[in-house]
């Protein structure tokens, strides 16, 4: 008896904080009783037929009081389509747009974002939003959205949305076609919740109530929307997307032209159920994606960058979201993309590829990707061919368990420069109670290679994460030996155990500052022949006020034994010993003003030591918006690094000029100087979309040696794509 006392007593401590953070009453969609003519008008009499979605919560700078002006949401549907209606009363009809561009980022503007968890499973949705001018935003959100990593507005489609602006609030039409998400035929019920960014009053507000030390996407807190009557499945459900594309390139190095040659390719997207869908592409071509930010690696491991082709993102949870961060078994970027020996990113073209991904039923979710490259003689790549395979289980109402098989195999190589195969299987748990106070996962992955000579081929580990208004804590356990070779993965360190306990407390004066926060993360890393070889502990106070802007402080202690040659000074030229040990101590302070400004800036100033010298750091940003057509960025990040034997300053400088001359025509120009990689470059891309989801691309590279501006290489390419509906 007293066991279970103690047990009820210890739940109600854990749900407490969350009491009052339930779901809104249910929203009852009507069949549409007249057309609906997307215009931003909310005149139509199928909007009078329900009740509206309002009662909005504040989420900043408070969480416990209704928002100061309200939203009004109203929704129907045909049998094309589901329709929403939104009214955003406001102060006045000045509003912050900072571009007219496409997936904006919904901080420091104006606009009301839609999310739909259409399988109710508390772990995938879809995102639609707008802003005051109609520009638009559509995205994913995976993994429960407890993490910012899980939302992402690189998922495209066709969706129609409208808006316009009044004295004293603003109104949109939305037509959302059910060929454009994934939903279960004959269900009923979705789950659904909506904030919205409003400038005037420095206020986030949403539908459902959600407590402020929680992601505002985060899908433990949703509302239902009942449909009238059971959903159909959405009919036939096939795109066609073919593309032409013709480059020009020169190659300064060795004084060689590439020849001018059109290509031609396509994809294909067929839903084969109303949840689960089938890409297909040939001869697929990104040179059209926007390119990577340079960054300055001081580490002494390899850099991390995200995907941004289209074909590798709807579902790209289901493949990826597997491991950790730094174990991850499979990593898009490895496929078509490789480094050649001075670290220049290089296309190891793609000949075909296929992906079956989605929802079988409201609780598993399958996934099986299969791809060919082709053979790069000039930069001795063989052709490779991937399969992954994925399926995931719901357990409990938040949590899943997954399994993934990868195989990576070379087709027409002997060369012994790499392996004939290579294969990880592994297994993840990733839980999560309801109100989210609780999550984290467990996972083991065991690697199969032709190399016998290692000990143990395996990966596994833990996470632990507990969060309430007052605090949060968090406990993480990671080990990979010294065989875990995942070639198709983003594992850039093996052979070590690692264990992070973080801890940190929040405090809300709701004055001039609106919260504030302080903690301690430290992080250990064993190996098992060396004993400790790194060690991590930080203590740090952030401070948000009411205006939004932020302040950030670390305190750091470094604690490093080499395990392996370094040069930290960046330069690669002078390299610290093998086995020697280093303890060093730095400070932090960084400012992030105001984003609804039309001048806003970051400024990250630090100073310490650095293995047996001393560095200095100051990094940051500066963004003018000349709304609502643009805005001009520079970012900037300089290094000083005094060692015994060398000095350096390395020096990273880079600009982005984003033009939106409508809502359909872009310019984007990329400016990035880096002495570390030797390399100055000059991106800029021109889109025009004619067509929902079809674009004419025109993208002009050109690389020069950053110590004296010497040409590396040029390219102009032009690209058309159209999206066909089959």
């Not at 071509?285 to 074909?311: A, H, K, M």
């Not at 399994?403 to 993840?428: E, L």
């Not at 875990?484 to 264990?499: A, Y």
């Not at 400070?587 to 030591?609: L, M, N, W």
Request: proline residues 4%; charged residues 20%.
């Amino acid at each position: 008896m007293k066991v279970a006392t103690l047990t009820t007593i210890i739940s109600w401590i854990m749900v407490l904080p969350l009491v009052g953070y339930s779901q809104n009453l249910p929203i009852s969609l009507n069949r549409s009783i007249d057309e609906i003519k997307i215009d931003g008008e909310i005149k139509e009499e199928s909007w009078c037929t329900g009740k509206p979605a309002k009662d909005f919560w504040q989420y900043f700078p408070a969480d416990s009081v209704s928002a100061q002006l309200q939203t009004e949401i109203r929704m129907t549907y045909d049998d094309k389509a589901l329709y929403v209606a939104v009214k955003c009363y406001a102060k006045n009809d000045k509003y912050v747009i900072p571009s007219l561009r496409r997936d904006y980022q919904a901080g420091g503007n104006d606009n009301i974002t839609l999310i739909f968890d259409t399988f109710n499973d508390q772990t995938n949705a879809f995102f639609f939003g707008i802003n005051p001018l109609g520009v638009k935003r559509e995205g994913l959100i995976s993994n429960g959205g407890t993490k910012s990593s899980n939302f992402s507005t690189s998922w495209d489609n066709k969706w129609t949305g409208k808006s316009k602006i009044y004295d004293t609030y603003w109104t949109c039409e939305m037509m959302i076609p059910f060929k454009t998400i994934r939903f279960k035929s004959g269900s009923r019920v979705w789950r659904f919740n909506s904030y919205r960014f409003d400038t005037q009053l420095n206020e986030i507000s949403s539908l459902t109530r959600i407590p402020r030390n929680q992601g505002i996407t985060n899908l433990a807190f949703m509302s239902d929307m009942v449909w009238e009557e059971p959903l159909k499945k959405a009919g036939n459900n096939i795109a066609f997307i073919p593309y032409v594309k013709a480059k020009a390139a020169r190659n300064y190095s060795n004084s060689s032209n590439e020849p001018l040659e059109p290509s031609v390719g396509a994809d294909a997207k067929i839903a084969i159920t109303s949840g689960l869908n089938l890409d297909l592409t040939v001869n697929p071509d990104f040179s059209q994606v926007e390119v990577d930010q340079q960054v300055t690696n001081l580490n002494r491991f390899e850099v991390f960058f995200p995907e941004r082709r289209q074909f590798f993102l709807e579902n790209a949870d289901l493949f990826t979201s597997f491991g950790a961060r730094r174990i991850s078994p499979f990593f898009s970027r490895r496929i078509g993309l490789a480094s050649d020996t001075s670290g220049t990113t290089i296309e190891n073209p793609i000949i075909y590829g296929a992906k079956l991904s989605g929802k079988i039923d409201n609780d598993w979710r399958v996934g099986l990707l299969n791809m060919q490259t082709g053979e790069n003689i000039e930069d001795n790549l063989p052709a490779i061919n991937y399969t992954v395979a994925a399926v995931q289980r719901k357990v409990f109402t938040r949590s899943n368990i997954g399994m993934i098989f990868v195989n990576q195999q070379a087709t027409n190589s002997d060369s012994t420069d790499y392996d004939h195969y290579n294969r990880v299987i592994g297994m993840d748990y990733n839980f999560a109670n309801q109100s989210n106070t609780w999550f984290g996962k467990a996972f083991y992955h065991q690697a199969i290679t032709p190399n016998q000579d290692v000990n143990f081929k395996g990966a596994h580990g833990f996470h632990i994460h507990y969060k309430v208004n007052s605090w949060r804590a968090e406990m993480m356990y990671q080990y990979v030996g010294d065989g875990f070779d995942s070639q198709v993965g983003f594992v850039p360190r093996k052979n070590f155990l690692r264990i992070s306990p973080e801890l940190e407390f929040y405090f809300y004066p709701r004055k001039t500052i609106n919260q504030h926060s302080i903690g301690t993360d430290i992080e250990v890393l064993v190996q098992p022949e060396e004993g400790r070889t790194d060690q991590i502990s930080d203590f740090f106070w952030n401070v948000q006020f009411q205006n939004s802007s932020q302040i950030k402080m670390l305190f750091r202690h470094n604690y490093i034994l080499l395990t392996d040659e370094f040069d930290p000074s960046g330069l690669g030229t002078m390299p610290l010993p093998i086995n020697s040990d280093y303890d060093y101590y730095s400070t932090e302070i960084s400012y992030t003003s105001d984003r609804r400004k039309k001048f806003s800036y970051q400024v990250a100033p630090s100073y310490g030591s650095y293995f047996n010298g001393r560095r200095a750091n100051i990094k940051g940003n500066l963004t003018y918006q000349f709304r609502p057509f643009g805005a001009i960025s520079f970012n900037y990040n300089y290094n000083y690094i005094q060692l015994p034997d060398i000095t350096s300053s390395l020096v990273l400088l880079g600009s982005r000029i984003d033009v939106t001359f409508s809502k359909k025509l872009f310019l984007t120009t990329f400016i990035q100087y880096n002495n570390q990689a030797d390399n100055f470059n000059v991106n800029a891309r021109l889109q025009w979309r004619f067509q929902p989801v079809s674009d004419f691309f025109l993208v002009y590279t050109d690389n020069y040696y950053a110590s004296d501006f010497q040409k590396k290489e040029r390219a102009i390419v032009a690209k058309f794509t159209y999206w066909l509906n089959l």
